[in-house]
């Protein structure tokens, strides 16, 4: 199986694990005299399975990309953190753009004037450029992902 396959898989789980969740949370309390229409307990189970082999699956996803190169410098998990720094980068300065955009009305000479206290410009360039490493280093992330095995 190839990393993506498992990335895939990973995705499933999860998604099985909400619905799970939302089933059991559907069947918390039920009218006297009636039954649930899914057994908590056999949906526990369920979950417990689930959850086993989510966390042998995330094993080795993790215990690969901590063996396989991305480059020269770095492996895959290098590579992967180095993305969550750019989002995470991307996200605050999105943040500030919107703050320092946001214009006051003034509604007489006598209220206070309000300005950004940086330059729109310069940021959206910044979070452009990162935008643009961000889905470099993600393409080629999925490209290694379809190229190497899993590790079992």
């Known amino acids: 199986m190839k990393i993506a396959e498992a990335l895939i898989r990973r995705a499933d789980f999860n998604k099985k694990l909400a619905e799970v969740k939302n089933r059991l949370s559907q069947n918390a309390v039920v009218?006297?005299?009636?039954?649930p229409a899914f057994e908590p307990v056999k949906l526990m189970r369920e979950m417990d399975s689930l959850i086993l082999n989510l966390k042998e699956l995330v094993r080795?996803?993790?215990r690969s990309n901590s063996k396989y190169?991305?480059?020269d410098e770095l492996s895959i998990s290098d590579a992967?953190?180095?993305k969550d720094a750019i989002r995470i980068?991307?996200?605050?300065l999105q943040s500030f753009l919107d703050a320092n955009a946001v214009?006051?009305?003034r509604y007489s000479r006598s209220e206070i004037k309000v300005r950004g206290t940086y330059e729109p410009e310069?940021?959206?360039k910044e979070i452009d450029d990162l935008s643009r490493d961000l889905r470099e280093l993600d393409i080629k992330?999925?490209?290694?992902?379809?190229?190497?095995?899993l590790i079992e």
Request: charged share 35%; net charge negative; no cysteine.
């Open 60 to 62: 080795n996803i993790n």
């Open 103 to 105: 214009r006051f009305d």
């Open 80 to 82: 992967i953190a180095e």
């Open 89 to 92: 980068k991307i996200n605050i």
């Open 69 to 71: 190169a991305f480059n």
């Open 31 to 35: 009218q006297e005299d009636d039954r």
């Open 122 to 124: 310069v940021l959206r």
């Open 141 to 149: 992330l999925q490209e290694l992902n379809w190229k190497y095995d």
